[in-house]
């Protein structure tokens, strides 16, 4: 297991700035994910962390050896990238065994070892099988045996579960956190996916543009985003956020009706208010000074949410009980919980 440092990472695509300075320490054993809109750095990270792309500027140290030069197969580091390439002529047991026979371990230690991940994996009643006689999820747990089976330090996963299905990707979430929880291997996994981030993540590192916007656990980033782009980034629907200003310690919403909310607040700079959908009740219209008109409900069984216009540029999304109809085109008024609000200034910081 590796504890890994990243020093000032900056990478350059000829004038393309892909990574901007990052310094970043995971800690030996810890489970990363990467998270951020495309094109903001996260593959590029990981192949430099990985050695598959060379650092501009900066250095990787990884047990506290300057790797930064050394090549990809010197690092210890095994990667499983989105598509994972199988060798289409070879068993099961002979892609998982594959780096050790190329790299001349004797025969019976392999297939004890393939054995051993085999089991591991579940994968050991069908370690005859070629990848083509394979479901999407069991190509997949393949494309993880050959990488634990070099005993890495460390994981590198890029994006492994967007090709499955849904019902598959649950399957293969679980399967990694348990994996992770057996071999504590240092693990760091970039995904799109919010549930992924969230329950996978001993600290989710939000990227944007090249940069650490923050890094936390999924609860400190959930419940304490420190600007804007965390606050809208962690959370599925979005927090919602209201422009606002404030006066003589009164806080105006900054909308056709510049409705006042009452809210005692020491800060004058504030320009930003967030919560989130499910921290807003709705009641009669008449009862409170926000109100608005529900455009759309949408129903998931377990939960429900409605988007209301208030008339901000954005509807405001407020979560509701399932069991009840939200009649569309109905006027509403809406309640904050004010224990629950997120203030932002001008520059999109956290105030407080
Ligand atoms: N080989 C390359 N040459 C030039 N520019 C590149 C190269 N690889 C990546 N980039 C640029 O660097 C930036 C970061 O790309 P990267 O692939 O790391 O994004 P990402 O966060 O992984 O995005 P996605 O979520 O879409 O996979 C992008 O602007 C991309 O166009
Ligand atoms: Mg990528």
Same mark, same amino acid.
């Given at each position: 297991?590796?504890?890994?440092?990243?020093?000032?990472?900056?990478?350059?695509?000829?004038?393309?700035?892909?990574?901007?300075?990052?310094?970043?320490?995971?800690?030996?054993?810890?489970?990363?994910?990467?998270?951020?809109?495309?094109?903001?750095?996260?593959?590029?990270?990981?192949?430099?962390?990985?050695?598959?792309?060379?650092?501009?500027?900066?250095?990787?140290?990884?047990?506290?050896?300057? @790797?930064?030069?050394?090549?990809?197969?010197?690092?210890?580091?095994?990667?499983?990238?989105?598509?994972?390439?199988?060798?289409?002529?070879?068993?099961?047991?002979?892609?998982?065994?594959?780096?050790?026979?190329?790299?001349?371990?004797?025969?019976?230690?392999?297939?004890?070892?393939?054995?051993?991940?085999?089991?591991?994996?579940?994968?050991?009643?069908?370690?005859?099988?070629?990848?083509?006689?394979?479901?999407?999820?069991?190509?997949?747990?393949?494309?993880?045996?050959?990488?634990?089976?070099?005993?890495?330090? +460390?994981?590198?996963?890029?994006?492994?579960?967007?090709?499955?299905?849904?019902?598959?990707?649950?399957?293969?979430?679980?399967?990694?956190?348990?994996?992770?929880?057996?071999?504590?291997?240092?693990?760091?996994?970039?995904?799109?996916?919010?549930?992924?981030?969230?329950?996978?993540?001993?600290?989710?590192?939000?990227?944007?543009?090249?940069?650490?916007?923050?890094?936390?656990?999924?609860?400190?980033?959930?419940?304490?985003?420190?600007?804007?782009?965390?606050?809208?980034?962690? +959370?599925?629907?979005?927090?919602?956020?209201?422009? &606002?200003?404030?006066?003589?310690?009164?806080?105006?919403?900054?909308?056709?009706?510049?409705?006042?909310?009452?809210?005692? @607040?020491?800060?004058?700079?504030?320009?930003?208010?967030?919560?989130?959908?499910?921290?807003?009740?709705?009641?009669?219209?008449?009862?409170?000074?926000?109100? +608005?008109?529900?455009?759309?409900?949408?129903?998931?069984?377990?939960?429900?949410?409605?988007?209301?216009? &208030?008339?901000?540029?954005?509807?405001?999304?407020?979560?509701?009980?399932?069991?009840?109809?939200?009649?569309?085109?109905?006027?509403? +008024?809406?309640?904050?919980?004010?224990?629950?609000?997120?203030?932002?200034?001008?520059?999109?910081?956290?105030?407080?």
């Amino acid at each position: 297991m590796a504890a890994i440092q990243l020093r000032a990472i900056e990478k350059w695509f000829d004038d393309v700035q892909a990574i901007k300075g990052i310094n970043f320490d995971i800690n030996e054993g810890e489970f990363i994910v990467l998270v951020g809109p495309s094109g903001c750095g996260k593959s590029t990270l990981l192949r430099v962390l990985a050695g598959l792309e060379e650092a501009t500027f900066g250095e990787v140290i990884i047990d506290g050896e300057n @790797v930064t030069d050394r090549l990809p197969s010197e690092r210890g580091l095994s990667m499983v990238f989105q598509s994972y390439a199988l060798y289409p002529h070879m068993t099961v047991a002979e892609n998982i065994g594959f780096s050790l026979k190329n790299s001349g371990v004797a025969r019976e230690e392999i297939s004890t070892r393939v054995e051993k991940i085999a089991k591991t994996l579940r994968l050991e009643k069908l370690i005859e099988r070629f990848p083509k006689q394979l479901s999407g999820g069991q190509r997949q747990r393949v494309a993880i045996g050959r990488a634990i089976i070099r005993q890495p330090k +460390g994981f590198l996963f890029d994006e492994p579960l967007s090709n499955l299905d849904a019902a598959l990707r649950v399957n293969m979430r679980l399967e990694i956190s348990q994996l992770h929880k057996r071999l504590g291997i240092t693990t760091v996994y970039v995904t799109h996916d919010q549930i992924e981030a969230m329950t996978l993540a001993d600290r989710i590192v939000v990227l944007d543009n090249g940069k650490i916007m923050q890094a936390g656990s999924p609860r400190t980033l959930y419940n304490r985003p420190q600007n804007k782009f965390v606050a809208e980034f962690i +959370g599925s629907p979005q927090m919602n956020l209201m422009p &606002c200003e404030v006066k003589n310690g009164e806080l105006t919403l900054l909308c056709p009706k510049r409705q006042q909310v009452e809210l005692e @607040v020491q800060a004058s700079e504030i320009s930003w208010l967030g919560i989130r959908p499910e921290h807003i009740t709705l009641c009669k219209p008449e009862k409170t000074n926000l109100s +608005g008109e529900i455009i759309v409900a949408e129903y998931l069984g377990s939960d429900q949410f409605v988007y209301i216009d &208030c008339g901000f540029e954005n509807m405001l999304t407020v979560r509701v009980d399932p069991s009840k109809d939200w009649k569309t085109n109905s006027k509403v +008024g809406l309640n904050f919980d004010s224990e629950a609000l997120h203030l932002f200034n001008s520059n999109g910081n956290r105030v407080e």
